[in-house]
């Protein structure tokens, strides 16, 4: 079965704090996924990538950047948190389906 | 207007009935997926299909790719199919990338 796992299932963190969201999946997947979901708005695409070192935004890629240095690893940074940024966020990886992480809801306070 | 669209937003029904949540886009795709997310819970690929039919258990996911649209039809609905079930197209690039509809909230009563 794929696996894709998530540093964190809940994080709180305050105004101001670099933070880190760590994803790791498990089959060798070129494409991997960072999103929000928030109640209403549903899931929006903040980062993807496509293979080592290659990244691209998404549609809300405000406040955010990624970095993968390995295949297996997709991380998510907020530079400098803000309450705004309070969501839960998921990520995913595929070849063709896409699989998805447990989540990490952040609380920004 | 959105690229995808899905009806209903919410449904509730009884238990054992035929449901139907449909999904139209706009845009050109290399395949659609449904997604499931219960209740506080994580989000679950159901189907992936770039034409006809795909049938698991009581679930059955049909596409149209000449008029854009693609059903999700749940025979004998179960309390337990209580979820969002979300329609997401996927482009036709190579990434991967996929495009949301708002989801569908289901509620089925014993």
């Known amino acids: 079965d794929v696996k894709v796992t998530q540093s964190s299932r809940y994080l709180v963190k305050r105004t101001g704090e670099k933070v880190f969201l760590e994803c790791v999946q498990d089959m060798d997947h070129e494409n991997m996924f960072w999103y929000r979901q928030d109640p209403g708005l549903g899931l929006r695409l903040i980062y993807f990538?496509?293979?080592?070192?290659?990244?691209e935004k998404g549609d809300i890629p405000e406040g955010y950047s990624v970095s993968r240095e390995k295949k297996e690893r997709f991380s998510l940074i907020l530079e400098s948190a803000s309450t705004n940024q309070t969501s839960m966020y998921l990520c995913?990886?595929?070849?063709?389906?896409?699989?998805f992480g447990p989540g990490t809801r952040l609380t920004v306070t | 207007k959105n690229e995808v669209e899905q009806s209903p937003q919410n449904l509730t029904a009884q238990e054992g009935e035929f449901i139907t949540i449909n999904c139209s886009y706009s845009?050109?795709?290399?395949?659609l997926h449904w997604l499931q997310q219960h209740p506080g819970g994580g989000i679950v690929s159901l189907f992936m299909?770039?034409?006809g039919k795909k049938k698991h258990g009581r679930l059955i996911a049909t596409i149209n790719i000449q008029e854009k649209h693609s059903s999700l039809h749940i025979t004998a609905s179960h309390p337990r199919d209580s979820a969002v079930y979300i329609c997401?197209?996927?482009?036709?690039?190579?990434?991967?990338?996929?495009?949301f509809g708002q989801g569908t909230t289901l509620q089925v009563k014993p």
């Open positions: 997401a197209p996927r482009g036709s690039s190579n990434t991967g990338k996929l495009i």
């Open positions: 990538s496509y293979d080592v070192k290659m990244k």
């Open positions: 995913a990886s595929s070849r063709y389906e896409q699989y």
């Open positions: 299909l770039s034409s």
């Open positions: 845009v050109g795709i290399s395949a």
